[in-house]
Every structure is written in C-alpha cells, then in structure tokens.
C-alpha cells in the first residue's frame, strides 16, 4: 500500500491546518510533469487534533471545497498519514524467499511494533540501497498504520464523495517529492525536515537511499500557543501575529523573544532524532538539512538550525523540475505556497495502479 511510485492521482495532503491539493498531469515522450491543479484550504484547529480527526463534519466540507474552488474533476486520491499511528522501522531478518518473507512478516511485524497486530495494516519492502546488509541478513523496511486512523481518513474522503485509491506516509511522500526533483548525490547525507503544524516529518537519506524516518509531535502550533498564551489573544490573532500578517500591540520584542524560545524547543527535538540516528546506523552524519513545511518560515529558524547543526540548509523546492504555467499559476504564489506543498507533490506522483 505505502511503497508505490509516480503517478496521476490527485495528492491530498490533509495537515491538521489546512488542506492542501496538487495534482499533476505526466508529460508524453520526454517524461516529466507539468502542475495541473493546486489549492489549500484553512481547516480550523479544532478540525484536526494530533492526527486524529475530531470534526469529521468540518474535515468533509474542506475536501469538498478545495476540489470544488479549483475545479479539479479527478476524484481519484492519494492521501497519506503521520504521527503516532505510524510506525515505519527498517529491521534486520535472516535471508529468505519472497514466499518465505511474505509468510513470517506478520510474526516478525509483533516483535517490533507496538500496538496489537490486529489493529494494524502492515506493509514492507526489502530494501536494496547503498547501504549493504551484514552477510546472511537482509534489511526490510516495515510500516503498520493503525486501521482505526486509516478508516477515519479514508470514511472522510469518501463522504466528501472522493476515493481514496493509495494510503501513504508523510514521510514517504517528502521523499519521494524530494528524488523526483533532485539529482541523486551519492556522497550525501540529508535530512529532510518537514516543519507543519503538529507534527515536523523528517526524512534522512543516505546517497540515493532512505534510511531513518520519523514524525516528532512538534511544529507551528507551539509557537501560536505560546504567543496566545503569554499575550493573552485568541488562536487566530496568535497565528497572524506569527505570520507576520498582524502586529502584536506589545511591540515585536516580547515576539522575538517567543519565536527564540520555541525555536530553540523545535531545534532540540530535531537533535534529539539526528543523535538517535546517529547513534543508532553506521552510515555518516547528516551533511545538509533541506526544509520544508509552512512552519520553516518562522523568523529565525532557519539560521537557528543552520548555527546548531553547522551545516548547510537549503528550503525545498518541490516544483524545481515540474512545468509550471505562469499565467495559471502566479510565480508569487507558487513561490510562497512551495514549501507547504512538499508533502501534497509527492502524492501527486503516485498513479492509479498503485496500492
Ligand atoms: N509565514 C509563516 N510564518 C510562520 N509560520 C507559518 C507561516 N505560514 C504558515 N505558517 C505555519 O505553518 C503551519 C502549517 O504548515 P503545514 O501546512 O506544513 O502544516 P500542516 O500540514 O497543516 O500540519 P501537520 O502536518 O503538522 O498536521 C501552521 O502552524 C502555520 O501557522
Ligand atoms: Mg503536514
């Protein structure tokens, strides 16, 4: 279900903030993709909370609006989960057979997943990258989504009269984004950094293979509580005051000291997962963050994780080889919706074949 490539389905990336479309048409003989369709969708906070769908009502009335302002007519979709119901571990088995794997997953799947195996879907793809397993082993890549989450998301898709045709994982989906539009580089170890929210989605790939993969519950909606909290506003007037779209009547300095603050919470979490990870593979320290997410604009940050990490960052351009139609689509916009749209890319990519 989780591991299929390219493809023509309308990306639906359903962020607990908004909702975000892309949809993508595949050029005939020199290959490539040109935007087809793109839209976003504010959902109120209370619609979506910590992954989990708490106002399915809300949730429908948004996916119906998103294809309905942008006049999308494809109702086929590819949407995609994060957070704690996901579980993605790369893990180490004896050799065997296609047969033999296919067999013994489930049972292999108990020992390293921690929800009970009938409330999961388990997925798994042997891995065959730059980095080799030790002799008589293989390395496999396993998935279990919770049912209950998929059926929330799946339930909601279908009421707002859409189908949905391939489940996929934020973290899969920014990848897959990111390889389509960058150059492999063997030598390179990075990390993508997908900044939301509730929830950042980092990705680290090693040469042209991925291999570390986790969610961390934290993003934008700190920075809001805390500026709603500590200058006393409604959620609305905190989020714009953080965008920059409204000025807090205090001045901007109590303002900076919160973005530096909560940036320096968000930086740390991201160390806490590259200590893991370096602590937990043999393969080399990340050499370079790419950054995505709507929350990578948070004044500060990015030079915060630049200074922390030591290592160059880049901001993630997931339309840096899709065709895109200036007229249709304004460069301001694009260039100010991109990196939100990373996730939303990646599951445009995915075709109707997939599972
Ligand atoms: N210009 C900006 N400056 C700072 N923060 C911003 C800006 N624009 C958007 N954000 C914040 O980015 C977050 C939304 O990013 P994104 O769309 O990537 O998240 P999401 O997919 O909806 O959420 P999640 O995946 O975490 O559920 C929100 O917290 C929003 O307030
Ligand atoms: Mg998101």
């Known amino acids: 279900m989780f591991f299929s490539r390219r493809g023509n389905l309308v990306g639906l990336d359903m962020g607990s903030s908004s909702i975000k479309l892309v949809q993508l048409k595949e050029l005939g003989k020199g290959g490539g993709y040109a935007l087809e369709n793109l839209g976003v969708s504010p959902l109120s906070p209370e619609a979506i909370v910590d992954g989990a769908i708490m106002d399915s009502g809300l949730v429908v009335d948004v996916i119906q609006n998103v294809f309905r302002e942008n006049k999308v007519k494809v109702n086929e979709v590819a949407l995609s989960l994060s957070g704690h119901s996901v579980i993605i571990k790369r893990v180490s088995l004896p050799e065997m057979n296609e047969d033999e794997l296919a067999e013994s997953i489930q049972w292999e799947a108990e020992q390293y997943i921690p929800f009970d195996i009938q409330d999961v879907n388990i997925d798994y793809q042997v891995l065959q990258g730059d980095v080799p397993a030790a002799e008589g082993t293989m390395d496999v890549l396993l998935v279990a989504v919770k049912k209950s989450k998929i ?205």
């Open 151 to 355: 059926n929330d998301y799946t339930s909601a898709l279908s009421q707002a009269g859409k189908a949905p045709i391939v489940v996929d994982v934020d973290v899969f989906a920014l990848q897959n984004a990111y390889e389509v539009n960058y150059p492999a580089e063997p030598d390179l170890s990075l990390a993508l950094v997908n900044i939301g929210a509730g929830v950042t989605n980092i990705s680290i790939m090693q040469g042209t293979s991925s291999v570390f993969w986790r969610d961390i519950s934290i993003g934008g909606n700190q920075y809001t509580d805390t500026i709603q909290k500590e200058l006393n506003l409604s959620f609305e007037r905190a989020d714009a005051i953080k965008r920059g779209e409204e000025q807090p009547e205090e001045g901007t300095e109590r303002l900076q000291q919160i973005f530096n603050q909560v940036s320096q919470d968000v930086t740390s979490e991201v160390q806490k997962t590259l200590d893991f990870y370096k602590a937990t593979s043999a393969g080399e320290a990340v050499n370079k963050l790419i950054l995505s997410g709507g929350s990578c604009r948070i004044p500060g940050l990015q030079e915060m994780l630049a200074e922390r990490f030591g290592v160059p960052i880049e901001m993630f351009n997931p339309f840096q080889v899709i065709q895109v139609n200036e007229k249709k689509f304004p460069p301001q916009m694009i260039q100010e919706l991109a990196p939100t749209l990373a996730v939303a890319v990646g599951l445009a990519l995915r075709r109707t074949g997939d599972k």
